[in-house]
Each structure stands twice: as structure tokens, then as C-alpha cells.
């Protein structure tokens, strides 16, 4: 499918998507802000890896990556998560933008399903260390190509992680992320964290 949807407006598009009404800390539940959302699912999409293809958001939340890929013309797309009440916000937040995203409830390790692409921003592990493991295993084990995101400081572990994988990675890109004060363990009122955006490929080359 070709699809017109230019980046800004892919942004003004996800500006309208509802953040989560009541984050969990233990499940590091921050959205990723339009603005980078667009330019990580855009890039996804100018390499080849969205239009046409089976998408998998994993760690859903509000839906956000998963939602931006059915605009740039996925023809599935599954956004999962382990807490329902993300799945609810995700399911309003598609039906908002006008694209319907098959929800999946479950832990990231019981997903079966091949899928081509895997769009995520899974939990960065500064409140339990290394738990994007599972997500990166899981990409690995079920796409073809993958695009995430993850905290800049941990970018030796992820790429030892991905090597010793016998797969290849890249960092794509850096963005400064935003962590508003939602959790009183944040002492400041607001933080800014270095995050980078990794591409695996995975199937061929
Ligand atoms: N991808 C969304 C949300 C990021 S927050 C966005 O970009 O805005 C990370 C999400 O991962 C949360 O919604 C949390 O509930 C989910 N999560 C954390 N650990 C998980 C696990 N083991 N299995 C499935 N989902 C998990």
C-alpha cells in the first residue's frame, strides 16, 4: 500500500493519542512523545520495513508505535502489553486515529507469532536491570526486522546481546527523551535521558 502520510502529519496524528492515566513505575510506563514515535516509525517506513507488512508493537502501552504503523500503511498490526488497562487506552487511542490494531494481553515471552517488523520501546531497565532482555530476545525470535528504542547507557549490553544472537545491529539514531515528574521517586521535575534508536535485522540481509 502507498500511503501519503507525510511525517508531520504522521505527528499530528499521534499528538492526539491519550497517555496513560495511571503509569506503573515497576513497568517504567512512559509513552514515547509523538515527535520521536513519527520519526522512528517514519524511518521504519522509508527503509522498506512498514508499508504492506505485518507489525508487532511489543509493550504497546498507548499504542502509539503500533498506531503510527498502521498509518504509514502496515496491513496487521498486534500491540502487546501485560497490563490490560494500557490495551484499553491502546484500543481507544486506534479507534481515535481511525486504525484498528489486533491487542494482544500477555507477558512479551509467550508471543508465538511470526510477524515482519517489530516496533517497540519496551521498559529500559533502570527500575528492574536489562528487562528490554526479553523484548530484544523476543523480536529476535519472531521478526524479521526490528526498531527500538533503549537507554543510550546500556548500548554495549545491547549490542553484546544482539551479537552473541549471531544477528546484526545499528544504532540508527539518538533522541533526548523527556521523563516528566509522574513518579515520585524522580527527584527533579523532569529528566531528560539519552535515548538511542537500534535496527536488528534479523531474516536475510
Ligand atoms: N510502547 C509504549 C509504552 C512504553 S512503556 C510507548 O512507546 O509509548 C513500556 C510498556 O511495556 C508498558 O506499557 C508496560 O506495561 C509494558 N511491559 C513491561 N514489561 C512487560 C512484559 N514483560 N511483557 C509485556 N509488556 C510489558
Known sequence: MVTALKKKDLEIA???????TDPN????????????????VFLAYSQGDIAGLKVADLGCGTGVLGIAAALLGAS???GLDKDRSALDLAEENAKGAG?????????V???????????????FGSQKKHADRPFLEKAMEVSGVSYSLHNAGTQDFLLKLVSSAG?????LKRY????????AFHKKAKQDVEV???RIQIRGD
Open 176 to 183: 533526548k527523551l523527556e521523563i516528566p515528574h509522574t513518579f
Open 109 to 123: 515471552g509467550g508471543l508465538k507469532e511470526k510477524v515482519d517488523t517489530v516496533v517497540m520501546n519496551p521498559p
Open 25 to 40: 513505575p515497576t513497568d517504567e510506563q512512559y509513552p514515547t512523545p509523538a515527535s520521536i514515535a513519527a520519526d522512528m
Open 196 to 198: 538511542l534508536l537500534l
Open 76 to 78: 496487521e498490526v498486534i
Open 99 to 107: 486504525v484498528g490494531i489486533r491487542l494482544v494481553h500477555g507477558d
Open 14 to 20: 499521534l499528538q492526539k493519542v491519550r497517555p496513560f
Open 167 to 171: 544477528k546484526r545491529a545499528e544504532v
